[in-house]
């Protein structure tokens, strides 16, 4: 079942409900480009029909799919129902929800890349001049140039309207540089939002209150109480039919560039000033630029490609990339490892260990934050093994946070100790639910609130760290290692902690 609410049904000391409200956003007109995509069709179409749910969209507020497709409006209404039937569970499809939000849907055909042809849709937002102004490019990155630029000269890139730009931006610096300098010259950085929607997830959020609302935390958020810090994100999936696509970007482009900086980010990050998007952003990019460059003369023992060949993943025997691919050469790394290195006072000596990669072992993306062991112990030899305390942070599947402590094993006779967690599932906790990823960033777009959202300066800071690994790789002609499907990648990815002294943690999954 999908949830809605968020909400802690328990009273504060005086009494008073500490459940979470929602406010529902002005009156707005949301252009989708690419409306009829698959992004549109799995994730904002769901995200938006259940904010609906939840009394969030304003009265009079629209959802302008704009596609090249010759859709009347109703041929669109049926596509969305279509698609909110495949993508929602069941119980969560209410016809009178669905009454009222169809009630907001319009399909407008446009070629984003034309000059010409802009008229219907200006006629169309001309209708409700007060409402707030959305365009959602759920484009190819090449594309958002070119619409930035018709936007403006069509008239609609007002002052006051806002543009969403989906990851990745661009496939390297330069490439990142130029569409933000394309799409700059006619939106200003305040009213570009720049999508990842990793730093929607509420567990990831909860990295703020953990870190700053915690006077347990924070003195010991540093290097000289924390040994290392390990960032994974797991799937069990294949490139499969998007194995063409996918061997133009990477998993290094694809999930460290973005999703993972960003979580690096957030738990390295100094506290910031005060809780708003400037001093946060500010925070975030010290840490980017503060990352130790990784060079030739370092990659290889900094860094493990991979690429996953025939396999079982859950019992199910599974093709190897290059025969998605259909038997074409590629060297595209389908699993990346890296060890990155923060020079400044806070984290010096302390690595962080990032991991993704396609066809593994289980599905799972956590943070684990190893803190060191005890300087010493007063318990005799026999007690048992005592572990270093270690806070993992669940971002999916089952979001919630577990703090493994050691403890008196019960009963008479000997003193034996055994660590044990002390876990908060969101699940359980919040037993009412909460947005997804999706639901959350799409109202802060239309509340206005950038916080969420990278600034042109983080996304160019991660791309040049980024491209100095990619150009490391070229320069040492370092290939993919080959891994079987349904493990935990290259045998390389062990013997990078390994040499530390160190191993990967996984979940039971």
């Known amino acids: 079942m999908k949830y809605h609410l968020v909400q802690i049904d328990s009273g504060d000391e005086n009494g008073e409900s500490t459940m979470s409200k929602f406010i529902p956003a002005e009156p707005f007109d949301l252009v989708i480009f690419g409306g009829t995509g698959d992004l549109a069709k799995r994730k904002l179409l769901p995200a938006l029909y259940h904010r609906d749910a939840d009394g969030q969209l304003g009265e009079g507020s629209r959802i302008i799919a704009s596609s090249r497709k010759d859709l009347t409006r109703e041929a669109f209404q049926a596509m969305a129902r279509t698609a909110l039937c495949e993508h929602l569970p069941d119980r969560d499809f209410n016809e009178d929800t669905w009454a009222r939000f169809a009630d907001r849907l319009h399909h407008h055909r446009q070629d984003v890349t034309a000059s010409e042809g802009w008229d219907g849709l200006q006629a169309l937002l001309a209708n409700d001049p007060g409402h707030i102004r959305v365009f959602y490019l759920a484009t190819l990155p090449s594309l958002y140039g070119p619409a930035a630029r018709n936007l403006s000269a069509a008239g609609l890139a007002e002052p006051s309207s806002r543009i969403v730009l989906e990851k990745p931006v661009g496939s390297d610096f330069d490439s990142a540089r130029t569409i933000n300098d394309e799409v700059g010259e006619y939106f200003s950085e305040s009213s570009i939002f ?204 089952d979001e919630g946070v577990e703090l493994s402590v050691m403890t008196k094993v019960p009963g008479p006779g000997e003193f034996k100790m055994h660590p044990l967690p002390l876990d908060l599932s969101f699940a359980e906790a919040y037993d009412k639910g909460y947005p997804d990823a999706y639901e959350r960033l799409l109202m802060e777009v239309l509340r206005g609130d950038p916080a969420l959202f990278m600034h042109r300066d983080e996304v160019e800071c991660a791309w040049n760290w980024i491209d100095g690994i990619i150009d490391s790789w070229a320069s040492k002609n370092m290939p993919a290692q080959p891994y079987v499907a349904g493990t935990w990648g290259p045998t390389d990815a062990v013997r990078l902690l390994d040499r530390d002294g160190r191993e990967w943690f996984h979940p039971d999954v």
């Open 194 to 397: 720049r999508i990842d929607h990793y730093l929607g997830k509420e567990t990831v959020q909860n990295l703020m209150a953990l870190r700053f609302a915690n006077a347990l935390m924070e003195p010991l958020w540093r290097g000289s109480a924390i040994d290392h810090v390990q960032i994974t994100v797991a799937e069990q999936l294949g490139a499969g039919g998007r194995a063409a696509f996918y061997d133009r970007t990477g998993t290094l482009r694809d999930m460290l560039q973005n999703h993972m900086m960003q979580l690096l980010c957030l738990v390295a990050m100094e506290p910031p000033a005060r809780m708003n998007h400037e001093d946060i952003r500010g925070e975030k990019i010290k840490v980017l630029r503060a990352l130790r460059t990784i060079t030739p003369q370092t990659v290889e023992r900094a860094t493990v490609r991979g690429q996953y060949t025939s396999g079982a993943v859950d019992g199910e025997l599974v093709a190897g990339y290059l025969e998605e691919l259909e038997g074409q050469a590629s060297s595209t790394e389908t699993f990346v490892a890296v060890k990155a290195e923060i020079d400044n006072w806070r984290w010096a000596g302390t690595p962080f260990y990032l991991r993704s990669g396609k066809r593994l072992a289980g599905k799972f993306s956590q943070i684990v934050i190893q803190f060191r062991p005890i300087a010493h112990s007063i318990f005799p030899n026999d007690a048992g093994s005592l572990q270093p305390n270690r806070l993992t942070i669940r971002l999916q599947p």
